[in-house]
């Protein structure tokens, strides 16, 4: 893709965000983790236990959404130092979990929803919430076949992987290993076998890549 074709990140940012607050009334927040450090040292504490000491350092590194809060990672300086198109990403795949822990459906944005008023009415109803993070943290399994975890996370990292191909016109090899890593790791607590992640994250390639070939991935 050519310089002047790439599309203007900044503001599909902008847009982005403006549209997932109106669908979540106003309710999203996103502040560092530094502002409630003991829950997240505590947090990382339980998971080097639980990982035999192999999780990463979540306090520095993961971005992460619990309920409608979007944490960044330590004091929140790290996020200063993303690119636009890094952020719309990272801030992508976070509100696709929001909106299918909210809405029961991860792709509640991509359709056009001028006549709707009422995101309200929409919510999915209190139990769905409980189911789906049940579903995230142990089904059927919590490590290796986390179907739930890698259901969850693999409409995320779609997010990612249409940022990319709309960046650089393709899918970057470093990130399709880079979600690799993601399923196979301690970093979400082994929630896949390397056969299993690898079949899920070139179906999700693939379908971008098509999508993008007809012109229907949709932005901001
Ligand atoms: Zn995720």
Redesign the pocket.
């Known amino acids: 893709m050519s310089e002047e074709k790439l599309p203007d990140w900044d503001i599909l940012y902008l847009c982005l965000l403006e549209k997932a607050r109106e669908r979540h009334q106003g309710k999203i927040k996103i502040k560092p983790k530094s502002e409630l450090k003991w829950f997240w040292k505590m947090l990382q504490f339980i998971l080097k236990v639980l990982t035999f000491g192999k999780a990463p350092a979540i306090y520095d590194r993961f971005f992460t959404v619990i309920g409608r809060t979007i944490w960044l990672p330590g004091d929140g300086s790290l996020w200063d130092e993303f690119t636009w198109w890094q952020q719309y990403a990272l801030v992508s795949?976070?509100l696709d979990?929001m909106d299918y822990c909210y809405f029961g459906r991860s792709d509640i944005r991509d359709e056009d929803h001028t006549e709707i008023k009422n995101w309200k009415d929409l919510e999915a109803p209190w139990y769905w919430k409980l189911w789906y993070n049940f579903k995230y943290l142990f089904w059927p399994l919590p490590i290796l076949y986390a179907y739930g975890r890698q259901d969850i996370?693999i409409k995320?990292y779609r997010r990612n992987i249409e940022v990319n191909i709309q960046m650089f016109g393709e899918v970057q090899e470093y990130l399709i290993l880079f979600i690799f890593h993601q399923f196979t790791s301690a970093n979400y607590v082994w929630m896949a076998t390397k056969k299993r992640a690898d079949e899920l994250i070139q179906k999700e390639v693939e379908d971008v890549k098509k999508a993008y070939a007809e012109n229907r991935l949709r932005f901001g």
């Open positions: 795949h976070e979990h996370e995320g």
